[in-house]
């Protein structure tokens, strides 16, 4: 059974970077899945930001691509999430999440963390 | 890429079926085969309850079942229990080799 768990700050400063990093157990990140991150701001709905193949291919939600930079790391088994000039809009609960091999959805999601952009 | 439309709350008592809709273009829901149903309860990870619009993965009870009708995506939950009471959400793979989600549905076992 594979389990997502997400890390990183709690707290960013406006204009600042928002990294997280998303630590694969339970199986190997080089499978043929891809991993996505995902976020859900307060009271609002979930929100895709992008996913990434092993071999480094990514896609990127269109609305934050300029923004965005998710980078996988084969050797620690874990991915990451690099969101530059964050604002208060970026607030939000964090989650990762893996796309099943064989199923065209998101089937194991981390338990989320909170970040939370302020000055 | 605009979030999938859900209504904001469904209601049911203990027993009952409700219908959860999801409406999208035919660049997401309609044209695709890869459409989710999420529950989310406080606190906790996302559930995956339905997969490629009807099929359940093994860990979700029986009683969810999905459907789609061109851009419309549905999730229907038979013999309602209080532990369903929370947030539930569609998504769907694009045409543009993104996913969307839908803005989320707060269900309330009465």
């Known amino acids: 059974q594979v389990h997502l768990q997400e890390s990183g700050p709690g707290l960013v400063k406006p204009s600042g970077t928002l990294s997280l990093t998303c630590a694969v157990s339970g199986g190997s990140i080089s499978s043929s899945n891809w991993w996505s991150w995902v976020r859900q701001p307060p009271g609002k709905g979930l929100e895709w930001i992008g996913e990434?193949?092993?071999?480094?291919?990514?896609n990127y939600n269109p609305s934050l691509k300029s923004r965005v930079t998710i980078s996988v790391d084969k050797s620690k088994n874990h991915f990451s999430l690099k969101l530059r000039s964050v604002t208060a809009a970026d607030t939000a609960v964090y989650y990762c999440a893996k796309v099943g091999q064989l199923v065209g959805a998101h089937d194991h999601w981390g338990q989320g963390t909170q970040v939370t952009v302020s000055s | 890429q605009s979030a999938l439309t859900q209504p904001a709350s469904v209601s049911g008592s203990p027993g009952q079926s409700i219908t959860i809709s999801c409406t999208g273009t035919s660049s997401d829901v309609g044209g695709s085969n890869y459409v989710s149903w999420y529950q989310l309860h406080p606190g906790k990870a996302p559930k995956l309850m339905i997969y490629d619009v009807i099929d359940r993965p093994s860990g979700a009870s029986n009683r969810f079942s999905g459907s789609k009708s061109g851009n419309t995506a549905s999730l229907t939950i038979s013999g309602l229990q209080a532990e369903d009471e929370a947030d539930y959400y569609c998504s769907s793979y694009t045409s543009s080799h993104t996913w969307v989600f839908g803005g989320g549905t707060k269900l309330t076992v009465l």
């Open positions: 990434i193949f092993h071999s480094g291919n990514t």
